[in-house]
T-cell receptor
Framework: ETGVTQSPTHLIKTRGQQVTLRCSSQ?????VSWYQQALGQGPQFIFQ???????GRGNFPPRFSGLQFPNYSSELNVNALELDDSALYLC????????????FGPGTRLTVT | AQSVTQLGSHVSVSEGALVLLRCNYS??????LFWYVQYPNQGLQLLLK??????LVKGINGFEAEFKKSETSFHLTKPSAHMSDAAEYFC??????????????FGQGTILTVHP
């Protein structure tokens, strides 16, 4: 059974640029959630995708957007990057009917300079 | 809305000693509660969960937690610490339905240090 994978591992961007982060869900899982973990903090919920539709969103501005594909993989897009967007971005997947039990990938470390 | 408070951002124990990491939650409806562990530069690994039923739940690596509704607590314990337990631990909450279903709310984390 393949776990949740994320790419890239690390990324450095300049303020104002755009970035796309990718996530492949665990086999059999159809729901993907994204979290932002700033240094020294707990993860914060960005949004969740189920059946290619956004299914809940946290307190993040519209420049944070996402997609889910038919194979349940997902992308997180962030436009107009700000210095405060520097963080570890975590993707989690969950199985049908149990989207509260989430399994996390290793994360993408984004640094905005 | 749900919230989680982890008491103590740093906990230090000796190898072989009891580990106790504290978590209190706030929820207006019955919660689902989780403990995750995070090793440096890695993602989160699920240690254990409480949804319904038995209030004492056992997880991986010898950890367990007890759901106490009257105290709104879900403290994590391990009878004997091992060096490999050194990591950061996060308590999280969600609920069984409504708009917050499946959205995990995390505490700030507790860094566990284990001394030889």
């Amino acid at each position: 059974e393949t776990g949740v994978t994320q790419s890239p591992t690390h990324l450095i961007k300049t303020r104002g640029q755009q970035v796309t982060l990718r996530c492949s869900s665990q086999s059999g899982h159809n729901t993907v959630s994204w979290y932002q973990q700033a240094l020294g903090q707990g993860p914060q919920f960005i949004f969740q995708y189920y059946r290619e539709e956004e299914n809940g969103r946290g307190n993040f501005p519209p420049r944070f957007s996402g997609l889910q594909f038919p194979n349940y993989s997902s992308e997180l897009n962030v436009n107009a990057l700000e210095l405060d967007d520097s963080a570890l971005y975590l993707c989690a997947s969950s199985s049908p009917g149990q989207n509260y039990e989430q399994y996390f990938g290793p994360g993408t470390r984004l640094t905005v300079t | 809305a749900q919230s989680v408070t982890q008491l103590g951002s740093h906990v230090s124990v000796s190898e072989g000693a009891l580990v106790l990491l504290r978590c209190n939650y706030s929820s207006s409806v019955p919660p689902y509660l989780f403990w995750y562990v995070q090793y440096p530069n890695q993602g989160l690994q699920l240690l254990l969960k409480y949804t319904t039923g038995a209030t004492l739940v056992k997880g991986i690596n010898g950890f367990e937690a007890e759901f106490k509704k009257s105290e709104t607590s879900f403290h994590l314990t391990k009878p004997s610490a091992h060096m490999s337990d050194a990591a950061e631990y996060f308590c999280a909450v969600t609920i069984a339905g409504g708009t917050s279903y499946g959205k995990l709310t995390f505490g700030q984390g507790t860094i566990l240090t284990v001394h030889p």
